[in-house]
């Protein structure tokens, strides 16, 4: 399903953290938001879920205005995986994924064999099988977080929003979680939006990347167009250049130094 931000602004009281922020993203593609802390990019991905509402602008979901659309419709729609999951709670990994249900049944209706499946397909996808009867709180940072994966994929979402999904993850995990989230997307056609730091993950897996700055887009498109040492220089402050990497036939970064001297 396609997603389009038109002109947003947004503010926090009276600090303006988003300006004139618009893109369009065609169902099936992977966008990554990248940008330094503060930027605007939690914010960004807040609005989109209708968890904020901009000052002015609109969002569209598919060809719908979210103001127009429930919160119920919106779940329907699109899956979230929030940023540092701290969820300790007594709930275990099974009752968390099958929590990505809820929006699909109606009120008092429980699960149905269907739910179950889909529950179990989502929980395989991302590893956590084994981890059904544990409860939330007694897993690692990581594997708390491809529970939360699979609790947004048991939603069947067109659209999943990504906040740093492999902030907890060791490298293996990352790899692994990025390959899935893009087999999926290719697989079935999902449109995916990440918040990421990482510029070589981001290089690699995304179609298109937007780089922010105090609210503002600095700079969009595939990686190639889009994360130049030119924009990186600007955006982050380091020395870097994007490459093709041939052993793996995907974009890579190499960071040379940072350019702060206050660091
Ligand atoms: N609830 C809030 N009230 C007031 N200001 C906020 C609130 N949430 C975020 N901000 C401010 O809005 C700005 C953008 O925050 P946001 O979380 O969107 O940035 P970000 O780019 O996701 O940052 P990070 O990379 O650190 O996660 C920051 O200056 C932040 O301090």
Do not use: W
Not at 149 to 158: E, F, H, T, V, Y
């Amino acid at each position: 399903m396609k997603l389009s931000v038109q002109g947003i602004a947004f503010e926090y009281g009276s600090s303006q953290v988003l300006s004139d922020v618009s893109m369009d993203i065609s169902e099936g593609e992977i966008v990554g938001i990248l940008g330094p802390n503060g930027s605007g990019k939690t914010t960004l991905l807040r609005c989109i879920n209708k968890a904020l509402s901009p000052k002015s602008g609109s969002i569209l979901i598919g060809d719908k205005d979210v103001n127009e659309m429930s919160r119920k419709e919106i779940a329907l729609k699109v899956g979230v995986v929030p940023q540092s999951v701290n969820m300790g709670s007594q709930f275990s990994a099974l009752d968390i994924v099958m929590m990505g249900r809820i929006p699909a049944l109606e009120r008092f209706e429980s699960e149905s064999d269907s739910d179950i499946n889909i529950v179990k397909h989502a929980m395989e996808m991302t590893n956590v099988t084994h981890l059904a009867k544990r409860s939330m709180d007694s897993l690692s940072g990581g594997e708390r977080q491809r529970v939360i994966i699979a609790r947004a994929l048991a939603q069947m979402p067109k659209i999943l929003l990504l906040d740093e999904p492999t902030l907890h993850l060791d490298v293996n995990h990352q790899l692994e979680i990025l390959e899935m989230i893009y087999s999926l997307s290719r697989s079935e056609n999902l449109t995916v939006v990440m918040v990421t730091h990482d510029l070589s993950l981001a290089a690699r897996y995304c179609d298109k990347l937007i780089l922010m700055k105090k609210g503002k887009i600095q700079s969009s498109g595939p990686p190639e167009i889009s994360l130049t040492s030119k924009s990186m220089r600007d955006v982050f402050s380091i020395e870097a250049e994007l490459y093709f990497d041939e052993r793996i036939q995907k974009y890579n970064v190499s960071m040379m130094s940072s350019l702060k001297e206050d660091i």
